[in-house]
Structure formats: C-alpha cells, structure tokens
C-alpha cells in the first residue's frame, strides 16, 4: 500500500431542480431551513495518487440506483487528482482535488463546470461561511485557511494556522479549524475571528484532531486521531498516543472535557445524528467499526454500531440512515453501504476508486 495516501488522504443526474441543501457542519449564521427530505448522495472517489481519475459518483433514493463517472461524462475532461472532499453551496458543488491544489466549481444539478478556484496548496476540507465566501484547509507548508469569495472565485485572506488543517466548523463570529499535524503532529484547535480574518487563539487538544461537530445544546466536540511511530524497518509501532473525543469551553478558550476512545485505534471521522443529541465517530484505515458516543452523559457505547471498517462515513441528515464506503484498494472499484440507523444493512453498491466522503442532497418541501 502506499503509505502517502494513508496520509493525504449522465447524462443523468438528480432530477430535482429544487432547493438544494447540504449535510454540513453547524454554522449560527446561516438561516435555518427545515430539511424534510434527502433525494440522494453524492460520493467523492479520490482515484489513484498521481493517476488523475478522480471521481463523482451519486446515489438516487427514488430510483435506488448509483451512477459513477458523472464529471468526466458531462464536462468531457477529467476531474483531477485526489477528490479529497465536495460541499454544497447554494446551486453549486465544490470539488476539492488535493494533489491537483485546486477546487473544480459545478453547477447544480448539472454538474456542468462553473470555474476553478486555483493558488491552493494540497487543499482538504471547505466550509462556508457568511456573506457568500468559503474557508478551505490547505495542507502547505505553514497550514493556512484559505478564504474564497465564491463570486470571484479568487482567495481574499489566506490566514495560518496549525499543521495539517483538516475539518472545519463556524461557531458564533468563529471559525474553528482542526488542525490535523500532516504529516507531523499537531494538538491544536485554531480559532478563527471571522471579522477580521485573524487567528486570534489556539486550543490545546488531543493528538492530530481531525474532524469537529457541534451537538444539540452548542458544545463543539472536537475527535483527536492519536497518532503512531513505527520503526521504518521492521513496521513495528514505537510510540503510540491515545484517540479521544474533547468538548470546548462555551467561550472558545479551552477544554472542559475529555474522553479517551483507546490507545492502538484511530477514528478519523465525526458525524451527528438528525437531532444532534448523539455522536457516532469511526472510518479511516486500521479502525473497526462504527461506535455512538452520548454527549450528554460522556458515555461511549460498548458495542459498534455497525462492526466493519470503513474508509469514510456519513449520518442522513433526515432519516439517521448511515452510509459507508469501503476503499480496498487504489486501483479497482471501491463499495458504498447503506444500513439503518440501527446498523442493519439495506444494500451495498459498486463506486469508483477510492470512496471516501459522502454528501447528502436534500430538498424543504
């Protein structure tokens, strides 16, 4: 296996020209919509490292049918290298192809090409913010956020951060950025002033935190991976640092607590259900299983949910519906699985290469 991509991580299309709204992290500013409905998903299959076939895939509810090869069958190109992640704003998709260090925007539903968001550096992960502008997190040498006025389509701040900046979520007047360590390590929440674009402090963490939620009564939650050493001959592991979930003070200025998940396993993923009161984490190589974390009590259910190891995963924001996706290798075609809430399995479908992230389209009726 390539140990880099541990690391860096149709004509058809959806026949609904309503409203679209995507399963994102939290943000205070956005009006709030009633989400009645999800018509499908969208899943980004980063491709082979190098090989430039990246990929869009998408799922249909109504149809219960999946179709693969969307991007290069309407625009007639290839996507990049790398579909590290996509979000949804407003009519348009944003595609983040990491080793191509640029964002293909699409129009909605078509998926036609709208421009391209370029001067990035191995970018991961976009968030949106107020007054019609994105924050991406970019793995370059520093760790940045880049912040993009989605109408010009040109970065107006790039603000430094920690190492390895990967998820992101909007708190109040906040950005706060997880910053992953990279190739490194990092243990550090950055908090963003989103009126003057400045990094105003840091939060001491876990080890490499690499996804961030807000639940239900506005605590942000933050999952640190942990991290391993192994002796680059023998593969054996050296030092090993723990995996946890942490809450943030009410004020942005601390932990007020912290669980610890284990010592030789490491989510990479965080997700909330419909109604925000539970937490599940799970996905990314080497980890078993999809576990419940109860913010209320701080509790972590014994028993998975789900008892298999997935690359990536995502919570329906309407039907608490889980979708994984299964990665086994960087040169076939990969799987996604949908499973009840209660972890029953409904169906498994063929993607393309490399499936990680999911992203729900949903529609207010």
Not at 62 to 87: A, C, H, W, Y
Not at 149 to 157: H, I, P, Q, Y
Not at 262 to 289: I, M, N, R, V, W
């Amino acid at each position: 296996m390539n140990f880099r991509r541990l690391l860096y991580k149709t004509a058809l299309l959806v026949a609904c020209a309503t409203l679209f709204n995507a399963c994102e992290k939290d943000d205070d500013n956005d009006p709030k919509v009633t989400v009645t409905k999800a018509t499908g998903f969208y899943i980004t299959n980063e491709g082979a490292f190098g090989n430039s076939n990246a990929e869009l895939s998408f799922f249909n509810y109504s149809e219960n049918s999946i179709t693969n090869n969307l991007f290069k069958t309407v625009n007639n190109r290839p996507l990049g290298d790398v579909l590290q992640s996509m979000t949804i704003f407003g009519n348009k998709g944003y595609l983040v192809l990491n080793n191509s260090s640029k964002v293909e925007v699409v129009k909605l539903p078509s998926l036609k090409e709208a421009g391209v968001i370029t001067g990035l550096v191995a970018p991961r992960y976009i968030t949106t913010l107020p007054n019609g502008k994105i924050a991406v997190s970019e793995w370059n040498t520093q760790g940045s956020v880049s912040i993009i006025d989605t109408n010009t389509l040109s970065v107006v701040k790039s603000i430094p951060v920690g190492t390895g900046p990967e998820k992101m979520v909007v708190k109040g007047n906040y950005l706060l950025v997880a910053n992953g360590g990279g190739f490194a390590v990092d243990s550090t929440i950055s908090v963003i002033d989103l009126t003057t674009l400045t990094e105003v402090r840091k939060i001491k963490v876990g080890y490499n935190p690499k996804d961030i939620e807000v639940d239900n009564n506005g605590t942000v939650w933050v999952l640190s991976y942990g991290y391993v050493t192994y002796d680059m001959i023998t593969w054996e592991m050296i030092h090993l640092k723990p995996s946890s979930l942490s809450s943030l003070s009410s004020d942005l200025t601390s932990v007020s607590a912290t669980v610890k998940i284990a010592d030789q396993t490491h989510p990479q993923y965080l997700e909330c259900s419909a109604d925000k009161k539970t937490l599940f984490y799970g996905g990314g190589y080497g980890f078993q299983g999809i576990f419940k974390f109860n913010p209320s009590t701080k509790t972590i259910d014994s028993t998975p949910v789900i008892d298999k190891a997935f690359y990536g995963f995502a919570i329906n924001p309407v039907t608490n519906e889980i979708v994984g996706t299964e990665a086994p290798s960087f040169t076939l075609p990969g799987t996604v699985y949908r499973y009840t809430s209660a972890g029953v399995e409904i169906a498994n479908y063929s993607t393309g290469i490399g499936p990680n992230n999911i992203v729900f389209v949903t529609v207010q009726e």
